[in-house]
């Protein structure tokens, strides 16, 4: 896969994926290969503030260098039927709240000051 700055959404804030793209946010056998060729294009958009992803189970979340939030869900197939693992986005001016339920936990993610 080729990355440039042409694939990337210049006003978008917020990027999601099914796979985790920092080491540190998950299991790094559930990191994409080229991981450091997409931070690379993620790092040159300051408008970036989260990444959101899935594929590892357990969740995971790390705060990068650049201040871009990633935040790796827990999966729902791993959850009791007794429990959830869901949660709402409530985007403010200066940080996004997530709200969690079951196994997703509550969280404030702060906008890196630019």
């Known amino acids: 896969m080729k990355?440039?700055?042409?694939?990337?959404?210049?006003n978008c804030f917020l990027n999601a994926g099914h796979l985790p793209v920092h080491p540190n946010?998950?299991?790094?056998m559930c990191i994409p290969w080229n991981y450091d060729e997409i931070l690379s294009v993620l790092h040159a958009h300051t408008s970036i503030v989260c990444f959101i992803a899935g594929h590892d189970?357990?969740?995971?979340?790390y705060?990068?260098?650049?201040?871009?939030?990633?935040l790796t869900?827990?999966?729902?197939?791993?959850?009791?039927p007794e429990s959830h693992a869901f949660g709402t986005i409530y985007v403010c001016e200066d940080r996004m709240i997530?709200?969690?339920?079951?196994?997703?936990s509550d969280r404030v993610?702060?906008?890196?000051?630019t």
């Open 3 to 10: 990355w440039g700055k042409d694939d990337v959404i210049l």
């Open 25 to 28: 946010s998950a299991d790094p």
């Open 57 to 61: 189970h357990d969740g995971g979340y």
């Open 63 to 70: 705060l990068d260098d650049h201040g871009i939030h990633h």
């Open 73 to 80: 869900f827990e999966g729902v197939i791993e959850t009791s």
């Open 98 to 104: 997530l709200k969690g339920r079951g196994r997703i």
């Open 109 to 113: 993610l702060h906008y890196r000051k």
